[in-house]
């Protein structure tokens, strides 16, 4: 395989979550495949868990009637998060999965390929579809030395990220290697292999080794493990070294996961909310390190420490073994084994307060307060500031506690509903839960005015944000497009309609962040036709494709500065070469724009969609 050519990965385990899983099975019930034709698939809820009204809950009964007609595992509310779950029971070394969530790559820590995608390709994945990809190139992570105390696997992540930022790992997959790797454990490997995403990458991975299988015992599947690592001679594209023993506690600063200083650099500063958990520090391992250093202390006057436990596996640990108690007595508040804070919903910050989480993201306002200042930190830095109530650097504790993970683990798998395929499941569609929208095949010419031009890193969380408001709507296309771009711009959905629709304009990332396909298809049901940008993320870019949006970008960055809000434009596109003229006819000016499409992609494109064009394909048939 050589990096930069078409592939095609063949997909052997599928992952769902609620708020990406009611379109994702939408749209698989909408190409007609009796049942999942991968090895497993699995369906998780995890996000939309307050139930303020029936819209949630009516996901989730869609959401278990499906899973029960065409043989999926779902994973019941309350269970924990999917990456978490789906690491402890089900990850396996050798296999692909492919998730519609953009923290899929949890796996690659279990030895795996583990990508994250949109709805659509998940489904067409459950269909059994090949995914098709860009080959990435491989940048090899050397891992050195041995962590020091009060040191964990976050900040190696961070260390990564800090050096990478969050465009360096686009189209490259982060191979882990080196003498390091065997000092860390599954769940840490997790953590790292979890915030990769951050970077842009298209998934990072470890190899399978003995932790890995100690792992599997501890989960009573010893059975699945097998070795997997590089060959002696193997050659990366670039690499990057991180000696453990010189890691120090690192934090991300708001509002960029790679805005990375060292945690001594900001220490001192007054903190009002922790939060603990997040399908990247949520582990057994996590919660018993907290709970370690949590031991006989109290949780500052001034703090509200909040903990999110990654499943109830976890949990049930920590409980069997006495380490839940010093949690409950030291004042956290303990939440749901879910999503929660990570994605708004719940326990926002006060106003311009400072928030501590151990999370992946904090992109602005995504924690539900606008002007909160997010910073994200390892579960030793979040405790040490929980108890000071000020920024602070865990080394400070004293001795670092000893924790081992559990030879055997107690599992218990009764919140798993196993299903064979039944034609006779109900699946039942509540009100909230509306048909897909339907497009039309490209036309020959693309008119209509910049609809909006934005900067550098747009994220999905600016073109669709989070919280319970807006989730709560992720089945119901209509009434979700009315908030796109609404932080940015509150008129821009009713301004996209009254225009027939239009063009966007980004900087560099465009898109970066999350996997929703609600980012790509809202505004396309709003009438977007092409989003011009600098450059894009990977997710974001292949969700466009998949409804038939343009993603082109410029052949001379310059000419980002000659577009503006309200230029008219015309774009023919007829023959959707990878040079096309774009003309900007408010400023008389003509801009050369470029379209980077495999052939498939023209065809998607083309026909006004991935679904339409699957369905074109079954009549052809
Ligand atoms: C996130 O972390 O932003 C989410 C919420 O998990 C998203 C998925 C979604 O928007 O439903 C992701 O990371 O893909
Ligand atoms: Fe859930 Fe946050 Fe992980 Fe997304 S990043 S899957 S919202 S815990």
């Known amino acids: ?75 019941r509310p309350g269970n924990g998060i999917c990456h978490q779950l789906y690491l402890e029971r089900f990850a396996r070394p050798g296999l692909t999965l492919l998730g519609s969530d953009s923290h899929t790559p949890t796996a690659g820590g279990m030895g795996m390929i583990a990508i994250g995608a949109g709805g659509l390709d998940v489904a067409a994945a459950m269909a059994g579809e090949p995914l098709y990809l860009e080959m990435p190139s491989i940048l090899g992570v050397k891992l050195t030395g041995k962590l020091s105390p009060f040191v964990s696997a976050k900040d190696v992540i961070l260390q990564v990220l800090k050096e990478l930022t969050v465009k360096g790992g686009f189209n490259k997959v982060l191979e882990y290697y080196g003498s390091g790797v065997e000092t860390l ?47 002696d001679d193997a050659e990366y594209g670039e690499t990057v070294e991180v000696d453990l023993g010189r890691v120090e506690p690192l934090i991300a600063l708001p509002n960029s996961p790679d805005n990375v200083v060292a945690v001594s650099e900001v220490e001192g500063t007054p903190v009002d909310q922790v939060c ?67 994605i708004g919903i719940g326990q926002a910050p006060t106003s311009e307060g400072v928030s501590l ?94 609809l909006l031009k934005v900067g550098d890193n747009i994220s999905t969380d600016d073109i669709l944000p989070g919280g319970t408001e807006i989730m709560a709507l992720r089945s119901n296309i209509p009434e979700i497009s009315k908030y796109i771009f609404c932080r940015l711009d509150k008129d821009f959905a009713s301004r996209a309609l009254q225009k027939g629709g239009g063009f966007i304009v980004g900087g560099e990332n465009y898109g970066q962040g999350s996997a929703r396909e609600h980012a790509a298809l809202a505004p396309k049901y709003l009438g977007v036709k092409a989003v011009l940008a600098k450059s894009f993320a990977r997710i974001h870019m292949a969700n466009l494709v998949n409804f038939g949006v343009l993603p082109l970008t410029f052949k001379d960055n310059r000419d980002y500065l000659r577009l503006d809000q309200g230029d ?54």
């Not at 599928?14 to 034709?37: C, H, I, R, S, W």
């Open 276 to 342: 603990i958990g997040s399908c990247t520090n949520s582990s057994l391992r996590d919660l018993k390190i907290v709970s370690a250093l949590l031991k006989d202390k109290k949780v500052n006057d001034n703090v509200s420490l909040t903990i999110s436990p990654g499943s109830r596996q976890a949990l049930e640990n920590l409980a069997a073994t006495g380490e839940l108690e010093p949690l409950i007595q030291s004042g956290a508040r303990i939440l749901e084994n879910a999503c929660g804070p990570c």
């Open 568 to 621: 008219a434009l015309d774009l023919q596109v007829e023959n959707l070469d990878e040079r096309l003229l774009l003309k900007n006819q408010t400023k008389g000016i003509k801009i050369e724009v470029v379209l980077s499409l495999s052939s498939l992609e023209k065809e998607i494109v083309k026909a006004g969609g991935k679904l339409a064009a699957i369905k074109a394909k079954q009549t052809r048939k």
């Open 1 to 75: 395989m050589v990096p930069g050519e078409q592939i095609t990965l063949k997909i052997d385990h599928t992952l769902t979550q609620d708020t990406t899983g009611t379109l994702a099975y939408l749209e698989f019930e909408a190409m007609g495949v009796p049942k999942v034709k991968t090895q497993l698939s699995l369906s998780f809820v995890d996000h939309n868990m307050l139930q303020n009204d029936f819209r949630n809950p009516d996901d989730h009964r869609y959401l278990q009637g499906v899973a029960a007609k065409y043989g999926i595992v779902f994973s």
């Open 185 to 231: 454990s599954v769940p840490e490997r997790g953590t790292i292999a979890n915030m990769g995403t951050e970077t842009g990458a298209t998934t990072s991975v470890f190899a399978s080794d003995e932790s890995t299988r100690a792992f599997l015992r501890g989960q009573r599947r010893e059975n699945q493990w097998i070795e997997l690592k590089a060959d």
């Open 357 to 450: 989480r151990t999370f992946n993201c904090n992109f602005k306002g995504r924690s539900g307060t606008q002007d909160a200042k997010v910073y994200l930190v390892s579960p030793e830095t979040a405790v040490a500031s929980a108890i000071t109530g000020k920024i602070t650097d865990p080394r400070k504790l004293g001795k670092y506690p000893q924790i081992s993970l559990p030879e055997a683990f107690v599992l218990s798998d009764n919140m798993f509903i196993y299903s064979t395929a039944r034609t006779t499941a109900h699946v039942v569609m509540g009100p909230n839960i509306k048909p897909l929208p339907s497009f039309k095949p490209l036309p020959k010419a693309l008119t209509g005015e910049v």
